[in-house]
């Protein structure tokens, strides 16, 4: 039996992805809700305040690049964030950015006009690790998981995500508006 062809394989994956999103989604929120009525069994007080475990993985070795190109090497980020509640250590969040354009805009603001899969702009930083942890953290936080200790690499900037999102809530319920 002969191969596929790439486009065929491209064309049929182009299909499938939408709904692997949704299933990868539809798990990690089940997870969630998982982790929650675990710490309530174990009768915590607060069954969604739990331990994370968050990093970001790059295609490349973001300092690989160093003196070879002005660009910044690596083109693809999944930022992960596990619960260090349970033996399982789950995965319950994932972000997922993207710099695969063969045609980048130059200008800021300015969006793709051909069929590419990026997601972020030509000026953004791949390595932003703020940024993507303030997203996933956002994230949980609509499913009630808030972070009781972050554990991250000592170079990375999530606790200061974790941080600043702590310190908008707390000005919110100050001011009774969450």
Not at 21 to 50: C, E, F, H, W, Y
Not at 61 to 77: C, L, W
Not at 84 to 92: F, H, L, P, V
Not at 146 to 160: G, N, Q
């Amino acid at each position: 039996m002969p191969a596929p062809s790439t486009s065929g394989l491209q064309k049929r994956a182009n299909k499938v992805l939408p709904e692997i999103v949704n299933i990868d989604k539809k798990d990690m929120k089940a997870r969630r809700k998982q982790l929650i009525a675990i710490n309530t069994l174990r009768g915590r007080k607060d069954p969604g305040s739990v331990s994370l475990q968050a990093d970001g993985a790059y295609n490349n070795a973001i300092y690989s690049g160093i003196g070879k190109t002005p660009f910044q090497p690596a083109t693809q980020v999944v930022y992960s964030v596990a619960e260090a509640e349970t033996e399982d250590k789950s995965i319950i969040g994932v972000v997922c950015k993207n710099k695969l354009c063969s045609v980048h805009p130059i200008k800021s603001g300015e969006k793709c006009t051909s069929a590419c899969s990026s997601n972020l702009t030509f000026m953004k930083s791949i390595g932003d690790e703020y940024t993507w942890a303030k997203e996933a953290l956002q994230d949980l936080a609509s499913d009630g998981i808030e972070a009781k200790h972050l554990t991250t690499d000592p170079d990375s900037s999530a606790y200061r995500a974790a941080d600043d999102l702590y310190l908008e809530i707390q000005h919110l319920q100050s001011q009774n508006i969450f």
